[in-house]
């Protein structure tokens, strides 16, 4: 697995792990392909609503434009700033997941609070061999994104084992 | 009972024929389609006759079964359903009965099981009739309380809340945003009443009707629903168990066990607050009834004052009080509020600028009372109290928001007009996050979000802005209590 850092590889550790830079190219795909759609819509919504073109709804288009030009910036820093930022760790007791672009959060879920784990994965993670861990408590869900496959996978088969062991303890 | 098990009183087969019959006469009424009357008469007998042979259909093909283990409700009908719900998995087991339930002499038996899936409706609402419902609850509460059987019977510890209390309760629980709109229209319709009596104003298609419609929406329909829903609301603890019981047109029994209890949220609104009011709300998950009930928090103290509501809440819950050592927001988490008030206040005065000229242009000159005379100036005047409210919600947030992380509990204070103090045990904390924007990680603050299960599935509680390490250690200390518990 391509890690960047020299903390230590597998599904639990004591130390935060990051992500593979490949979570970069698959925000700029997904970010790319957004902005397309919405620079599309705003290009035609200028071309067949001539209304937006007056000088009564000029400010109202300057500003859209201005909004425009601030989500491709968004778009294009957004990406190595929130590889640069996330760290994750399991530990036998908890998740801890630290993330953020302009607004940075700090997630902690106890595994004994855990319910639920699923790997998820959508067209472009799919296609650069990446998946997302939902980490569902009877208060929300957690996610660990932009995985690498095994990774995920293991961090679901560890997560199960310990809510298992953790249930048979019970018993 | 036989083999396959027990039927549901008939009663359900009105119940639900009216249930489905109004729904579609409302459906039928916002679709505005154009019938004759004997058209719809005739469209409505045929739809009468289907849906009592559908729902006759389903009740003689619907079996409910109380076993050792489980009580298992299986329906037979085209969509096939069996449910198991285990008596351990079990979180409550109350009684509701509604208009028709007396004139049959029926009470409807609600499970609820403890999960925030599906947390508002219970697993499994069954009529019967009444003895048989006491019975079976009696049965069921065996299962759950493990021999240690709850009674709604009436003991000394029964605390009773008078008729006026009610009426207060109705009247002053009702949100203040809300009162503030209710209040607005009353006016509003008030003036223009005046005005088209005094020949000032012409009545316009409706009159002063509309202002007055939305006064009773806002204002009145809520507050005496409240009355309605909390008619003769009486409470009491019994061991570990809490007993509610209210209700003039549907009665409600319900009883929780106190280990069910994730918060409890001690409440007032502005106008209680005035009149040093509050109310007692428990977070209890799998409460819920299929009345429109399930989306209300059981309220276990209507507002009372603050020295009822102190012995109250050592008389029900002494598991959520504890030594409390408030802390407020520090000198960060004013720069804060004040930056981001002063940046949201001049975004928005910019932003309305332009508009407030185009709305003083389209609308001089035109309509009737307070709302007709303020158009032109309407968007200046709504700017003006935005920004005059975001520096009220500035200045009273400092002073009103609290944190405090006890050994066994914390507690989160809240709230601008209504105010909040939700205490927690970090016991029933399922996730906690701790939350940073740029103006706070500059002044050194931050935020915490707490998520819970509650009566309405889950609910989060965020916390106001303070030093990162402070609200970190509620996570840890999360941490701990789960890691110890585990181990």
Known sequence: MDMETSEPTGAETDSYRRLNRKCMLSMYITNGITYTILLAAFILLLIFVPALRESTFSIVTILAAAGMVLLLVYFIVGPRIYYDRYRYMITADKVDVRYGIIILRHILVPIERVHQVEVSRGPVNNMLGLANVNITTAGGVATISYLEIDEAEKIVERLTELINSMLRDRE | ?487
């Open chain 2, 1 to 487: 009972m036989s083999e396959q098990g027990l039927r549901l009183h008939p009663i359900i087969i009105v119940e639900n024929t009216i249930r489905t019959a109004i729904g579609l006469l409302v459906l039928i009424f916002v679709a505005g389609v154009p019938l004759d009357i004997p058209i719809l008469a005739a469209i409505a007998a045929v739809a009468l006759v289907v849906l009592l042979v559908f729902y006759y259909r389903q009740w003689k093909l619907t079996f409910v079964r109380f076993g050792e283990t489980d009580i298992v409700v299986e329906r037979k009908t085209l969509f096939k359903l069996k449910k198991t719900i285990p008596y351990s998995r079990i979180a409550s087991v109350n009684l509701n009965r509604g208009v028709l339930n007396r004139l049959s002499g029926t009470s409807k038996l609600m499970v609820n099981i403890n999960s925030g899936h599906n947390a508002v409706r219970p697993e499994a609402s069954l009529t019967f009739e009444q003895h048989l419902a006491d019975r079976f609850r009696n049965d069921i509460s065996r299962h759950i309380y493990r021999g240690e059987m709850p009674s709604f019977e009436e003991t000394e510890q029964m605390v009773r809340f008078t008729t006026m209390d009610v009426i207060l309760h109705g009247l002053f629980s009702v949100s203040t945003q809300q009162t503030i709109i209710g209040g607005f229209f009353l006016l509003n319709s008030i003036v223009d009443q005046y005005r088209i009596t005094v020949g000032e104003a012409d009545a316009g298609p409706g009159g002063t009707f509309i202002s007055l419609l939305l006064f009773f929406i806002f204002l009145v329909l809520p507050a005496v629903r409240h009355m309605i829903y909390y008619y003769g609301f009486k409470v009491h603890r019994q061991g570990d168990t809490i007993f509610l019981e209210h209700g003039l047109i549907r009665t409600y029994k319900t009883s929780f066990r106190i280990s069910r209890i994730n918060a409890i949220r001690v409440k007032n609104t502005l106008a209680s607050r005035l009149l040093r009011r509050s109310s007692i709300e428990a977070e209890v998950v799998g409460i819920g009834s299929d009345d429109g009930s399930g989306t209300t928090r059981p309220l276990i103290s209507l507002l009372a004052n603050d020295a009822k509501t102190q012995s109250l809440l050592q008389e029900l819950v002494p598991e959520f009080i504890y030594e409390r050592q408030a802390e407020k927001q520090p000198a960060g988490a004013r720069r804060v509020l004040i930056t981001e008030g002063v940046i949201a206040s001049v975004i928005l005065i910019a932003v309305m600028a332009y508009p407030s000229l185009l709305a003083y242009d389209a609308f001089s000159g035109t309509g009737n009372g307070i709302i007709g005379a303020l158009l032109p100036y309407a968007i200046p005047i709504v700017t003006a109290l935005v920004v005059a409210a975001i520096a009220y919600s500035v200045s009273v947030s400092l002073k009103v928001r609290e944190v405090d992380t006890g050994e066994e509990l914390f507690t989160f204070v809240n709230g601008i007009l209504d105010r909040e103090a939700v205490i927690m045990s970090y016991d029933n904390v399922q996730m906690v996050h701790v939350v940073r924007g740029p103006l706070a990680r500059h002044f050194d603050v931050s935020s915490a979000q707490v998520f819970l299960l509650s009566s309405m599935g889950k609910s989060m509680i965020s916390s106001g802005l303070f030093p990162e390490d402070r609200l970190e250690k509620i996570g840890n200390i999360v941490m701990e209590r789960a890691a110890a518990m585990k181990h």
